[in-house]
Nanobody, 121 residues
Framework: QVHLVESGGGLVQAGSSLRLSCLGS????????MGWFRQAPGKERELVAS????????VYADSVKGRFTISRDDAKSAVYLQMNNLKPEDTGVYYC??????????????WGQGTQVTVSS
């Protein structure tokens, strides 16, 4: 199994930037699609960004295109989410997910416990 731990969340003002990190252990995930999801209070979980295991097949939610960038470093078993020009509507708990042999993370095989991102006006 893969154990995922997120970090990098916090409280920031609108227009600021944050970089979320997800570190894996237990197994390398060179053959895993990696993704970030978020869930705001009272709303359903949504896909924010995803990277295929080959490093291609990049997918972003329409609401974050041009502002967020997903990347991975398989040598470090890590995936990152650079978030720029944050908006209050970006507020939520961000989860890291991994899916075996997938081009894009859908349901996910493994999940982290989440990191809180709060953006104030």
């Amino acid at each position: 199994q893969v154990h995922l731990v997120e970090s990098g969340g916090g409280l920031v003002q609108a227009g600021s930037s944050l970089r979320l990190s997800c570190l894996g252990s237990g197994r390398t995930f060179t053959t895993f699609a990696m993704g970030w999801f978020r869930q705001a209070p009272g709303k359903e979980r949504e896909l924010v960004a995803s990277l295929g295991w080959s490093g291609v097949n990049i997918v972003y939610a329409d609401s974050v295109k041009g502002r967020f960038t997903i990347s991975r470093d398989d040598a470090k078993s890590a995936v990152y989410l650079q978030m720029n020009n944050l908006k209050p509507e970006d507020t939520g708990v961000y989860y890291c997910a991994a899916e075996q042999g997938a081009k894009t993370v859908a349901d996910g095989d493994y999940w982290g416990q989440g990191t809180q991102v709060t953006v104030s006006s």
